[in-house]
Nanobody, 116 residues
């Protein structure tokens, strides 16, 4: 059974930090590119960060470059999103996504709220 379980969301003041985690199971983690998306209320879901496999090549939305870092831990089958210098506009539900060939899996999301 495929599972992607996000954790680490919460309420933080502007300028603060959070680290999101996404623990996966039920598929071969090392085959999959991993992504973090977010969706703010009333807005479309947007791609925040990507990390490839193999290679670990990363890519970021312009809005988070220099503030967010995506990483992956293969022994733990986990992908992370370190978020620093958070802004109120980062408030959203953050989703973990795994993609390889035609397979495309999503987590349930974790809420991040940044207060001003």
């Amino acid at each position: 059974q495929v599972q992607l379980v996000e954790s680490g969301g919460g309420l933080v003041q502007a300028g603060g930090s959070l680290r999101l985690s996404c623990a996966v199971s039920g598929f071969t983690f090392s085959n999959y590119d991993m992504r973090w998306y977010r969706q703010a209320t009333g807005k479309e879901r947007e791609l925040v960060a990507t990390i490839t496999s193999p290679g670990g090549i990363t890519n970021y939305a312009d809005s988070v470059k220099g503030r967010f870092t995506i990483s992956r831990d293969h022994p733990r089958n986990t992908v992370y999103l370190q978020m620093n210098s958070l802004k109120p506009e980062d408030t959203a539900v953050y989703y973990c996504n795994a993609r390889w060939r035609v397979s495309n899996y999503w987590g349930q999301g974790t809420q991040v709220t940044v207060s001003s």
